[in-house]
């Protein structure tokens, strides 16, 4: 069982950067593949970057492609989400999600989320 803690949030204006962290504990990470997902208000949650378990293959939304990057390091058991370029419509809750389901926005486990605010 993994257990997740996202964190770097915040207000931020458009054009600017954010870092998210994803700190994992338990068994397994390295051996997971993980991502993140992202909720607006009002929206469904939707698929944003993902990253295998060794860390060789990433992929991303289109809609945040060549402006975020996912890393992860297995032996501090986190995974980062680069933020560049932010937009007003990147504003939501984001998740980082073990062993993620881009297809079926599904996970076998979810962090707490963390807000990210895009002032125009």
């Known amino acids: 069982q993994v257990q997740l803690v996202e964190s770097g949030g915040g207000l931020v204006r458009a054009g600017g950067s954010v870092r998210l962290v994803c700190a994992a504990s338990?068994?397994?990470?390295?051996?997971?593949?993980m991502g993140w997902f992202r909720q607006a208000p009002g929206k469904e949650r939707e698929f944003v970057a993902a990253i295998s378990w060794s860390g060789d293959y990433t992929n991303y939304a289109d809609s945040v492609k060549g402006r975020f990057t996912i890393s992860r390091d297995n032996a501090r058991n986190t995974v980062d989400l680069q933020m560049n370029s932010l937009k007003p419509e990147d504003t939501a809750v984001y998740y980082c999600a073990a062993d993620p389901q881009r297809t079926t926005l599904g996970a076998r486990t979810w962090g707490q989320g963390t807000q990210v605010i895009v002032s125009s």
């Open positions: 338990g068994r397994f990470f390295n051996r997971m593949g």
